[in-house]
Structure formats: C-alpha cells, structure tokens
C-alpha cells in the first residue's frame, strides 16, 4: 500500500491576502504569481493543504467590525 505524505501548510492571513490579490489580478508581482501557481499545483496534486484555523476567521471577524466602523 502506498501512503501520500500530504503536507499541511498554515499561512499567516497576510499571505492569503496576498495571495487573493494575486488571484484576482490585483497584484502584479510575478514572484506572488509564481508562487501561487506553485501551491496551486501542490494542492491539485494532493500534495499540501492549506487549511484555515479558527484564529483566521476570529481575525477576519474582528477585521470587519473595524473596517466599518
């Protein structure tokens, strides 16, 4: 039997951000492009996973209510 060693990466949210920004064209550095095609092919080959912690959307919640106040 054959067992995949699956890494598991934790990114801090300024990295999905960037990440995000990149996604969506809003980022124009090639380096960020690079890299997010690189994870893209980790994760589409089962490779990584990149999974959200509940501290991420503590963040983000608490992020919010100060972005619209």
Not at 8 to 30: C, H, M, R, T
Not at 34 to 59: M, W
Request: contains cysteine.
């Amino acid at each position: 039997m054959r067992y995949l060693c699956m890494q598991i990466v934790y990114l801090d949210k300024n990295k999905w951000i960037e990440l995000a920004q990149s996604a969506y064209g809003k980022n124009s550095s090639e380096q960020m492009s690079n890299i997010l095609t690189v994870l893209r092919e980790a994760r589409d080959l089962k490779q990584a996973c990149f999974p959200l912690s509940s501290g991420h959307y503590i963040e983000t919640h608490r992020s919010r209510k100060t972005d619209s106040a």
